[in-house]
Protein backbone atom coordinates (compact mmCIF):
# COMPACT_ATOMS: atom_id res chain seq x y z
CA UNK A 1 0.00 0.00 0.00
CA UNK A 2 2.96 2.16 0.87
CA UNK A 3 4.57 2.06 -2.59
CA UNK A 4 1.04 2.57 -4.27
CA UNK A 5 0.85 6.20 -2.70
CA UNK A 6 4.19 7.14 -2.92
CA UNK A 7 4.01 6.49 -6.80
CA UNK A 8 0.49 8.23 -7.19
CA UNK A 9 2.16 11.21 -5.33
CA UNK A 10 5.48 11.32 -7.41
CA UNK A 11 2.97 11.40 -10.17
CA UNK A 12 0.96 13.44 -9.18
CA UNK A 13 3.85 16.12 -8.25
CA UNK A 14 5.45 15.48 -11.79
CA UNK A 15 2.43 16.39 -13.81
CA UNK A 16 2.40 20.06 -12.13
CA UNK A 17 5.28 21.06 -11.12
CA UNK A 18 5.07 23.99 -13.94
CA UNK A 19 2.74 25.99 -11.92
CA UNK A 20 3.76 29.72 -13.36
CA UNK A 21 0.52 31.50 -14.28
CA UNK A 22 1.84 33.91 -16.26
CA UNK A 23 5.06 33.89 -19.32
CA UNK A 24 7.22 36.31 -18.92
CA UNK A 25 10.31 37.83 -17.85
CA UNK A 26 11.48 36.64 -14.34
CA UNK A 27 14.82 37.71 -13.84
CA UNK A 28 17.11 39.37 -11.25
CA UNK A 29 19.77 41.63 -10.67
CA UNK A 30 23.38 40.18 -11.75
CA UNK A 31 21.23 37.37 -14.25
CA UNK A 32 23.44 37.46 -17.35
CA UNK A 33 23.12 35.82 -20.73
CA UNK A 34 24.26 36.69 -24.25
CA UNK A 35 22.56 36.24 -27.87
CA UNK A 36 23.92 35.43 -30.94
CA UNK A 37 21.96 37.02 -33.97
CA UNK A 38 22.53 36.07 -37.88
CA UNK A 39 20.03 37.58 -39.90
CA UNK A 40 19.98 37.86 -44.22
CA UNK A 41 18.16 39.82 -46.58
CA UNK A 42 17.92 39.63 -49.79
CA UNK A 43 16.69 42.65 -51.68
CA UNK A 44 15.60 42.11 -55.69
CA UNK A 45 14.28 45.03 -57.38
CA UNK A 46 12.75 44.76 -60.68
CA UNK A 47 14.18 48.03 -62.91
CA UNK A 48 12.63 48.35 -66.39
CA UNK A 49 13.08 44.52 -66.91
CA UNK A 50 16.18 44.03 -65.21
CA UNK A 51 16.54 42.75 -61.85
CA UNK A 52 19.11 43.64 -59.50
CA UNK A 53 19.90 41.66 -56.08
CA UNK A 54 21.44 43.10 -53.24
CA UNK A 55 22.21 40.55 -50.07
CA UNK A 56 22.82 42.14 -46.47
CA UNK A 57 24.40 38.94 -44.22
CA UNK A 58 24.52 40.34 -40.72
CA UNK A 59 25.81 38.70 -37.38
CA UNK A 60 26.62 39.78 -34.08
CA UNK A 61 26.84 38.63 -30.56
CA UNK A 62 25.57 40.74 -27.71
CA UNK A 63 25.85 40.50 -23.61
CA UNK A 64 23.29 41.49 -21.74
CA UNK A 65 23.50 41.80 -17.58
CA UNK A 66 20.72 43.19 -15.21
CA UNK A 67 21.41 45.72 -13.55
CA UNK A 68 18.20 46.79 -12.03
CA UNK A 69 14.87 45.95 -11.15
CA UNK A 70 12.51 48.80 -10.12
CA UNK A 71 8.54 49.20 -10.15
CA UNK A 72 8.14 46.08 -12.49
CA UNK A 73 10.44 47.04 -15.13
CA UNK A 74 14.16 45.37 -15.85
CA UNK A 75 17.13 47.44 -17.13
CA UNK A 76 19.20 45.64 -18.80
CA UNK A 77 23.12 46.45 -19.97
CA UNK A 78 23.68 45.64 -23.39
CA UNK A 79 26.73 45.76 -25.29
CA UNK A 80 27.72 44.38 -28.74
CA UNK A 81 30.99 42.18 -28.74
CA UNK A 82 31.40 41.46 -32.39
CA UNK A 83 29.58 42.52 -35.73
CA UNK A 84 29.85 41.59 -39.09
CA UNK A 85 28.21 43.41 -41.63
CA UNK A 86 29.01 42.33 -45.53
CA UNK A 87 26.75 43.74 -48.81
CA UNK A 88 27.28 42.19 -51.93
CA UNK A 89 25.50 41.77 -55.45
CA UNK A 90 26.18 39.25 -58.48
CA UNK A 91 26.22 42.27 -61.03
CA UNK A 92 28.24 45.07 -58.45
CA UNK A 93 30.46 42.54 -56.48
CA UNK A 94 31.44 43.73 -52.61
CA UNK A 95 29.42 46.62 -51.52
CA UNK A 96 30.83 46.38 -47.98
CA UNK A 97 32.48 43.71 -46.12
CA UNK A 98 33.30 44.97 -42.63
CA UNK A 99 34.47 42.99 -38.98
CA UNK A 100 34.95 44.25 -35.68
CA UNK A 101 36.98 41.19 -34.72
CA UNK A 102 39.32 42.34 -37.42
CA UNK A 103 41.44 45.71 -36.33
CA UNK A 104 40.90 48.31 -39.52
CA UNK A 105 43.19 50.16 -40.88
CA UNK A 106 43.94 53.49 -40.18
CA UNK A 107 42.38 55.14 -42.97
CA UNK A 108 39.27 52.63 -43.15
CA UNK A 109 36.79 54.62 -41.52
CA UNK A 110 34.09 53.12 -41.72
CA UNK A 111 35.85 49.96 -39.93
CA UNK A 112 37.11 52.76 -37.31
CA UNK A 113 33.22 53.52 -36.92
CA UNK A 114 31.99 50.40 -36.77
CA UNK A 115 34.77 49.64 -34.02
CA UNK A 116 33.20 51.77 -31.85
CA UNK A 117 29.86 49.94 -31.18
CA UNK A 118 32.51 47.32 -28.89
CA UNK A 119 31.70 47.44 -25.31
CA UNK A 120 29.75 50.59 -25.76
CA UNK A 121 26.84 49.93 -22.74
CA UNK A 122 23.56 50.48 -23.57
CA UNK A 123 21.12 50.37 -21.43
CA UNK A 124 17.75 48.36 -21.88
CA UNK A 125 14.45 50.02 -20.01
CA UNK A 126 11.91 46.82 -20.31
CA UNK A 127 8.58 45.36 -19.50
CA UNK A 128 8.04 41.67 -18.16
CA UNK A 129 6.17 41.18 -21.36
CA UNK A 130 9.47 42.21 -23.20
CA UNK A 131 8.21 45.74 -24.41
CA UNK A 132 11.23 48.49 -24.22
CA UNK A 133 10.29 51.50 -22.51
CA UNK A 134 13.16 53.08 -23.80
CA UNK A 135 16.75 53.16 -24.65
CA UNK A 136 19.53 54.46 -22.49
CA UNK A 137 22.98 55.52 -23.76
CA UNK A 138 22.59 55.43 -27.69
CA UNK A 139 23.67 59.68 -27.77
CA UNK A 140 27.14 58.03 -26.09
CA UNK A 141 27.16 54.87 -28.68
CA UNK A 142 27.24 57.37 -31.43
CA UNK A 143 29.63 59.62 -29.99
CA UNK A 144 32.22 56.74 -29.54
CA UNK A 145 31.57 55.98 -33.06
CA UNK A 146 32.30 59.16 -34.07
CA UNK A 147 35.67 59.51 -31.66
CA UNK A 148 36.48 55.97 -32.35
CA UNK A 149 37.03 57.25 -36.15
CA UNK A 150 39.08 60.46 -35.26
CA UNK A 151 36.53 62.84 -36.85
CA UNK A 152 36.51 66.21 -35.28
CA UNK A 153 35.38 68.43 -37.91
CA UNK A 154 32.50 69.81 -36.86
CA UNK A 155 30.67 69.69 -40.34
CA UNK A 156 32.05 65.94 -40.94
CA UNK A 157 30.28 64.96 -37.22
CA UNK A 158 27.11 66.47 -37.96
CA UNK A 159 26.52 65.21 -41.40
CA UNK A 160 27.88 61.19 -39.96
CA UNK A 161 25.68 61.87 -36.73
CA UNK A 162 22.70 62.19 -38.92
CA UNK A 163 23.31 58.95 -40.80
CA UNK A 164 24.24 56.97 -37.92
CA UNK A 165 21.09 58.04 -35.99
CA UNK A 166 19.05 56.25 -38.88
CA UNK A 167 20.79 52.56 -37.74
CA UNK A 168 21.81 53.34 -34.42
CA UNK A 169 20.04 55.84 -32.88
CA UNK A 170 16.69 55.19 -30.47
CA UNK A 171 13.93 53.98 -32.78
CA UNK A 172 15.64 52.02 -35.37
CA UNK A 173 17.27 49.76 -32.27
CA UNK A 174 14.44 50.17 -30.05
CA UNK A 175 12.41 48.34 -32.45
CA UNK A 176 15.66 45.54 -33.60
CA UNK A 177 15.52 44.84 -29.93
CA UNK A 178 11.75 44.34 -29.71
CA UNK A 179 11.91 42.04 -32.17
CA UNK A 180 14.09 39.45 -29.64
CA UNK A 181 12.41 40.27 -26.44
CA UNK A 182 8.54 41.51 -27.04
CA UNK A 183 7.62 37.97 -27.01
CA UNK A 184 4.73 38.14 -24.30
CA UNK A 185 1.53 39.81 -23.96
CA UNK A 186 -1.68 38.71 -21.60
CA UNK A 187 -1.00 35.37 -21.87
CA UNK A 188 -1.07 32.58 -19.49
CA UNK A 189 1.45 29.64 -19.24
CA UNK A 190 -0.68 27.03 -20.65
CA UNK A 191 -0.46 24.74 -24.07
CA UNK A 192 -2.70 26.10 -26.42
CA UNK A 193 -3.05 29.72 -25.02
CA UNK A 194 -2.68 32.55 -27.87
CA UNK A 195 -2.35 36.11 -27.28
CA UNK A 196 -1.34 39.01 -29.72
CA UNK A 197 0.92 41.80 -29.94
CA UNK A 198 2.42 44.68 -32.35
CA UNK A 199 6.05 46.11 -33.06
CA UNK A 200 6.57 49.98 -34.28
CA UNK A 201 9.55 51.66 -35.41
CA UNK A 202 10.56 50.99 -39.20
CA UNK A 203 9.26 47.44 -39.34
CA UNK A 204 5.71 47.66 -38.21
CA UNK A 205 4.18 44.21 -37.36
CA UNK A 206 1.34 42.87 -36.03
CA UNK A 207 1.84 39.47 -34.21
CA UNK A 208 -0.46 36.83 -33.39
CA UNK A 209 1.14 34.05 -31.17
CA UNK A 210 0.60 30.47 -29.91
CA UNK A 211 2.31 28.19 -27.42
CA UNK A 212 2.99 24.61 -29.09
CA UNK A 213 4.80 23.55 -26.46
CA UNK A 214 5.67 23.76 -22.60
CA UNK A 215 7.35 22.23 -19.80
CA UNK A 216 9.72 23.07 -16.67
CA UNK A 217 12.32 23.71 -18.64
CA UNK A 218 11.50 25.15 -21.77
CA UNK A 219 8.26 26.14 -23.70
CA UNK A 220 7.94 26.42 -27.62
CA UNK A 221 6.17 29.63 -29.03
CA UNK A 222 5.19 30.18 -32.43
CA UNK A 223 4.41 33.12 -34.10
CA UNK A 224 2.58 34.94 -37.73
CA UNK A 225 2.71 38.23 -38.30
CA UNK A 226 1.78 40.47 -40.84
CA UNK A 227 4.50 43.14 -41.41
CA UNK A 228 4.87 46.60 -43.02
CA UNK A 229 8.40 48.08 -43.41
CA UNK A 230 9.28 51.65 -44.50
CA UNK A 231 12.97 53.14 -45.43
CA UNK A 232 13.29 56.55 -45.70
CA UNK A 233 16.59 58.09 -47.02
CA UNK A 234 17.67 61.20 -49.19
CA UNK A 235 18.13 59.56 -52.02
CA UNK A 236 15.35 56.75 -52.21
CA UNK A 237 12.52 55.38 -50.02
CA UNK A 238 11.37 51.93 -49.89
CA UNK A 239 7.85 51.09 -48.81
CA UNK A 240 7.05 47.06 -48.72
CA UNK A 241 5.04 44.45 -46.89
CA UNK A 242 3.94 41.35 -46.05
CA UNK A 243 3.87 38.17 -43.86
CA UNK A 244 6.38 36.57 -41.16
CA UNK A 245 6.69 33.12 -39.50
CA UNK A 246 8.04 32.56 -36.46
CA UNK A 247 9.55 29.92 -33.89
CA UNK A 248 11.11 30.29 -30.81
CA UNK A 249 12.29 28.50 -27.49
CA UNK A 250 12.20 29.87 -24.05
CA UNK A 251 13.26 29.24 -20.29
CA UNK A 252 9.86 28.55 -19.10
CA UNK A 253 11.11 30.13 -15.59
CA UNK A 254 13.37 32.72 -16.93
CA UNK A 255 11.61 33.61 -20.28
CA UNK A 256 14.89 34.31 -21.85
CA UNK A 257 14.76 32.88 -25.38
CA UNK A 258 16.87 30.54 -25.93
CA UNK A 259 16.43 30.25 -29.59
CA UNK A 260 14.56 31.61 -32.17
CA UNK A 261 14.39 31.87 -36.13
CA UNK A 262 11.75 33.75 -38.13
CA UNK A 263 11.19 33.86 -42.24
CA UNK A 264 9.63 36.08 -44.23
CA UNK A 265 8.88 37.82 -47.70
CA UNK A 266 7.72 41.39 -48.49
CA UNK A 267 6.80 43.10 -51.39
CA UNK A 268 6.32 46.75 -52.71
CA UNK A 269 8.27 49.38 -54.47
CA UNK A 270 11.53 51.61 -54.42
CA UNK A 271 10.43 55.40 -54.95
CA UNK A 272 13.59 57.60 -56.25
CA UNK A 273 13.43 60.89 -54.47
CA UNK A 274 14.70 62.78 -58.24
CA UNK A 275 11.85 60.43 -59.85
CA UNK A 276 8.71 60.47 -57.81
CA UNK A 277 6.46 58.94 -60.34
CA UNK A 278 8.71 55.92 -60.62
CA UNK A 279 7.69 52.78 -59.21
CA UNK A 280 10.57 49.93 -58.83
CA UNK A 281 9.07 46.81 -57.52
CA UNK A 282 10.61 45.51 -55.31
CA UNK A 283 10.82 42.38 -52.97
CA UNK A 284 12.74 41.69 -49.77
CA UNK A 285 13.10 38.19 -48.22
CA UNK A 286 14.48 37.93 -44.84
CA UNK A 287 15.62 35.41 -41.89
CA UNK A 288 16.77 36.00 -38.80
CA UNK A 289 18.06 33.19 -36.12
CA UNK A 290 18.95 33.76 -32.56
CA UNK A 291 20.84 32.10 -30.33
CA UNK A 292 21.95 32.17 -26.81
CA UNK A 293 25.60 31.09 -26.49
CA UNK A 294 25.89 31.59 -22.98
Known amino acids: MKKTIIYILVLIISITGFSQATLQYNLNVGDSFAIRQDSEQIITQDISGNKQTITNDISAEMSFVVKKVENNLFYIEMKYQTLKMKTSSPSLGVLMDMDTSITPDSTDVQGLIFQGLINSPITLVM ?26 DPNTITQVRASLDQQWGDNQLLGNFEQ ?10 TLGDNWENEYTGKMKSKNKWNITSITDKNTKIAGTSEVEMENINASATVIVSGSLKTMITVNSKTGIMLEGNAEGICKGNTLISTMPDTKIPTTIEFKNNYKTIK
Do not use: F, P, R
Open 127 to 152: QKNGKINALEGTEVLIDNMIKNAGIT
Open 180 to 189: MTYIYGKNKA
